[in-house]
T-cell receptor, first 115, second 111 residues
Framework: ETGVTQSPTHLIKTRGQQVTLRCSSQ?????VSWYQQALGQGPQFIFQ???????GRGNFPPRFSGLQFPNYSSELNVNALELDDSALYLC??????????????FGPGTRLTVL | KQEVTQIPAALSVPEGENLVLNCSFT??????LQWFRQDPGKGLTSLLL?????REQTSGRLNASLDKSSGRSTLYIAASQPGDSATYLC??????????FGPGTRLSVLP
């Protein structure tokens, strides 16, 4: 069984640029959620994808967008980067979205630094 | 809106001590609660998942309890070891959707 993987591990961008982060879900999982974790804080929910459709969104602006592919892998895109976007971006996969036994399994994260 | 707090923010103990980490949440209408461990700069490792119908879960030296009515969960670590040093986060899914996380408790176990 393959765990959740993310790429790249580290990324440095400048203000105004665009970035794409990638996530491969755990084998058999069809739901992917993305979180942003600023230094010293708990992760904040960005959005979730289930069967290639967005299935819930946190309090993040539209310049944060995503995709899910037929193999359930996912991308997080951030446009017009701001300094405050510097954070660890975590991807989590689960067997089903939402209710009940939605235990989530996290990847190692992508550390984004915006200069 | 669900809010999750964790006390203490940081804890330093000598090796071998038993310790308790606390998690509180404001909305008791939860489906489950999950405890995670995070090493510096790394992703989250799931430790325990407690369903709303359960009172506690155990895994090795870890025991987590859940009291929905009072909005509290505790993580008990027995016979702590230096390898337990990490940040411990609790998380609850409001209405069964994605997790709302607490800020974490940073634990240092001194040899």
């Amino acid at each position: 069984e393959t765990g959740v993987t993310q790429s790249p591990t580290h990324l440095i961008k400048t203000r105004g640029q665009q970035v794409t982060l990638r996530c491969s879900s755990q084998s058999g999982h069809n739901t992917v959620s993305w979180y942003q974790q600023a230094l010293g804080q708990g992760p904040q929910f960005i959005f979730q994808y289930y069967r290639e459709e967005e299935n819930g969104r946190g309090n993040f602006p539209p310049r944060f967008s995503g995709l899910q592919f037929p193999n359930y892998s996912s991308e997080l895109n951030v446009n017009a980067l701001e300094l405050d976007d510097s954070a660890l971006y975590l991807c989590a996969s689960s067997l089903v979205p939402g209710l009940g036994t939605n235990e989530q399994f996290f990847g190692p994260g992508t550390r984004l630094t915006v200069l | 809106k669900q809010e999750v707090t964790q006390i203490p923010a940081a804890l330093s103990v000598p090796e071998g001590e038993n310790l308790v980490l606390n998690c509180s949440f404001t909305d008791s209408a939860i489906y489950n609660l999950q405890w995670f461990r995070q090493d510096p700069g790394k992703g989250l490792t799931s430790l325990l998942l407690i369903q709303s119908s359960q009172r506690e879960q155990t895994s090795g030296r870890l025991n987590a309890s859940l009291d929905k009515s009072s909005g509290r969960s505790t993580l008990y670590i027995a016979a702590s070891q230096p390898g337990d040093s990490a940040t411990y986060l609790c998380a609850v899914p409001p209405g069964g959707q994605n997790f709302v996380f607490g800020p974490g408790t940073r634990l240092s176990v001194l040899p």
